[in-house]
Structures are given as C-alpha cells and as structure tokens.
C-alpha cells in the first residue's frame, strides 16, 4: 500500500465510499478458454482482495455490482450458475467476513429470487450486522433506475403529500438511504458508462475507468484508483475560491455528508 494513502487513510483524500462495477469476468474467462462462470467465480476472489484492500485504507463503504436488473437477459445457465455462486460465496466466506469486520448488505429487488438465495442473505447479514469496520453493500437484481421508481411508489403508497416531495424525501426511500453517496466509482473492463448503477446516489461521484478486467483487480488497481481521486478537486459546483474555504455560510458539500445529516 502507498505509504501516502497509509497516512491519509482518514482523510479526505480516502473515500468513505467507494462504488465498483465488477466488469470483464466474462472476457477474462474467454481469454483462458473457459466459461463465463469461471470468470465469476474468480471475480468472487477479486472482490473478497478489494474487501480487504479498502478496509486497510480506511474505506468505510464499499458497494459493488453484483447482478444487474438486466443481467436476467444473460443466458440461461450463466444467470443459474451466478445464483449458485452467490450462495456458495456466501457460505465460503461469511465466517472470515465477519472475524474481520466487515458489515455485508445486500441491496436490490428480492421478487424472483429463490428461497434458498434469499436465505443465505439474510443469514450473512444478521451474521455481521454488528461489525463496524467496513461495510460491503452487494447491489445483486438492482438498477438505478429501479431504485428510483420503488421509491417513488414508496412515497405514494404512504400517502406523501406531492407538494411536500422534494430530493430528501426521495432519498430516504431509496435501497441505499443510510449509507453516504459515493466518493468515487471505479468500473474496471475498459468500459466508460455508469449501466444503470446507483444512479441518483453517483450524481457527485468522481468517476475512474480502468482496463484492468475485474478478475485481475488487486491492491495496486485500488491505490491507482485512490491516487487518481486524491488528485480530484471536488468542488460540487462552487468555484475554486470557495471550495478551498469561503465565507462562513456556504452551502455544505452535498456529497460529502452522511445520508442522515442531508435528510435532517
């Protein structure tokens, strides 16, 4: 680990949340002529590294994208074999998750999802919903845009008044409303696009794209990422002048403040 980030590792040039679209298994299967469930399975061992790698640099939020609303378009046996995976994983390394810390919550639409997945969720996240070191949110049959419509059915089906609706009120209805908007995205895979993943949450996020294909994402992957968001000047539509510090009374950086601070 860079000795730099080592010693700013609560600071804000660390992230407090960092967002990852997990991209490239299947090409980086492909390449060793294998098929794209062997590519998962190795990004499953990527991501556990990345768990581990954000938590020594003082991440505190790590959501990554697991299984997108779309991915139900793959082909049959991949979207089978990915189920089976997760509940493998799950199984593999909820123990050493919870030794070591970190808080695990899956986020999505749970409607056709099967029974035994469902179970091997709930049974992580009740395993460490005490730790407090890290938290992995899994964003797993999720999409941005989904996020946003069941929270606005949430706010009519509890009978909110349309003229009192405003950002806040949207906020803390979505999938995600007690964790901070993410510092920073990383999608690895060479791919430039957000594909529908967190959306409303990302609207400040400093955006990085690496050709590095998920499975090969390591330590040194995550600290090119940090170094090039510790170089970032997050200025939230202000001028340079008052980002450095201006006058008292300047509006709050709506991205860095804790969801429970915003919705107050």
Known sequence: MDETLMREADSPSIPRHVAI????????????????????????????????????????????FAFSSENWK????EVSGLMALMMNAVAKHMSALREEGVRVRIVGDRSGISAGVIASWDAIEAATAHNQRIELYVAFNYGGRWDI????????????D???????????????????DPDLFIRTGGELRLSNFLLWQSAYAELHFSDCLWPDFDAEELDRALQAYARRERRFGRVTTLAAGGPAGDAPDPAGLPASALLR
């Open 21 to 64: 679209v997990m991209d490239g298994n299947g090409r980086w299967a492909r390449k060793r002529l294998m098929p794209r469930v062997f590519g998962h399975k190795a990004g499953v061992d990527a991501l556990v590294r990345t768990v581990r790698a954000c938590a020594d640099r003082g991440v505190r939020h790590l959501t990554v």
């Open 74 to 77: 793959r082909p049959e046996d």
């Open 149 to 160: 419509v069941q929270a606005c059915r949430r706010l009519i089906a509890e009978g909110v």
């Open 162 to 180: 349309p003229a009192t609706i405003d950002e806040a009120s949207l906020a803390r209805r979505l999938v995600m409303h007690e964790a901070p």
